[in-house]
């Protein structure tokens, strides 16, 4: 009986099986593909080539992400002849930029909200939180006409930073004040009782019990600033400037096909996150849930 309910349990899941391995592929495809393109050493997107008349062996053979030769000849190219290692240590500098100022800004404005009673404490978190409901690209000409005609910081990394910085405060601040509020009063009071100065205690004491909320800020803050292309189009317009996401549309644009280029860069500019993210990925779950429950 025992081995009979085994078995019709593992036919019941069946189904279920078969439906997650048919979205599992249908999600890694693209991916798949991109890496085909990549490592296949040409610029077209057919990576087979069909023949005249071609068969169903060969109809699926075109569609399936495996090169017919291997080779590492557009990544050489991309580094080699393209100024895409420029255009990565720019992204770089502006990500760690915006990480280290965003992260310090939205850790002493979260621990504000959460700590003290101050006029205007609930319209700030309100305000914080309506920003989010508007799309980035409505703030574009206003921040335009402040950082390239007011301040003079078009295309220059520093202006870029400060952009970045600004917009991702509001979704920092919630996600921090979150968790500020999970650490309990008590041990500031004790610190205090001990002659510590309020500014101590948030280094030495509440910053270190944070370091999840912070490691998850900071992630989704280089993320953005890494990954991010409206912005930087627009703020930057002399090539030596351009960010990675700028400089790989140049691959694919009007005049220009170069999908193994561009597949190529794709997969080098994806590097650094997927390092980080698996660097940081134990303080992921603790983060985001604490993060994400009041009291």
């Known amino acids: 009986m025992a081995l009979f309910s085994e078995r019709r349990e593992g036919i019941s899941h069946l189904p279920l099986h078969v439906v997650l391995v048919t979205f599992t592929l249908f999600t890694i495809y693209p991916i ?4 085909s393109l990549a490592f296949s050493g040409k610029q077209s997107l057919a990576i087979a080539t069909l023949p005249e008349n071609p068969t169903f062996w060969d109809r699926l053979r ?11 000849s557009n990544f050489a190219s991309v580094m ?3 100024p895409f290692a420029r255009w990565m240590l720019n992204s770089a500098i502006v990500a760690i930029g915006t990480t280290v100022l965003g992260v310090f800004m939205a850790c002493t404005a979260a621990y504000a909200f959460s700590r003290f009673k101050f006029p205007g404490q609930r319209a700030g978190m309100m305000a914080f939180l309506v920003s989010q409901m508007f799309p980035g690209t409505l703030m574009l000409i206003p921040l335009y006409i402040i950082l390239v005609q007011w301040l003079g910081l078009g295309s220059s990394r520093l202006g870029l930073i400060i952009v970045y910085a600004t917009t991702s405060i509001p979704f920092s601040v919630w ?5 500020f509020d999970t650490i309990p009063k008590d041990l500031e009071e004790a610190a205090l009782m001990d002659g510590a100065s309020p500014g101590r205690i948030f280094w030495s004491i509440i910053l270190p019990l944070a370091k999840p909320a912070v490691a998850v800020t900071a992630l989704f803050s280089f993320m953005t600033a890494w990954n991010e292309f409206i912005l930087a189009a627009t703020f930057m317009d002399q090539e030596a400037m351009y960010t990675a996401p700028v400089g790989l549309r140049f691959f694919v644009g009007g005049f220009s096909q170069q999908w193994g280029y561009f597949a190529a860069g794709s997969i080098i500019v994806s590097v650094p996150v997927v390092f980080l993210f698996l660097f940081l990925q134990k303080y992921l779950v603790s983060g985001l849930t604490a993060g994400g429950v009041k009291g």
């Open 62 to 72: 075109a569609v399936t992400p495996w090169p017919e030769t291997f080779s590492v």
């Open 32 to 35: 798949l593909w991109v890496v």
């Open 80 to 82: 080699a002849d393209q």
């Open 175 to 179: 996600m921090l004040k979150g968790y």
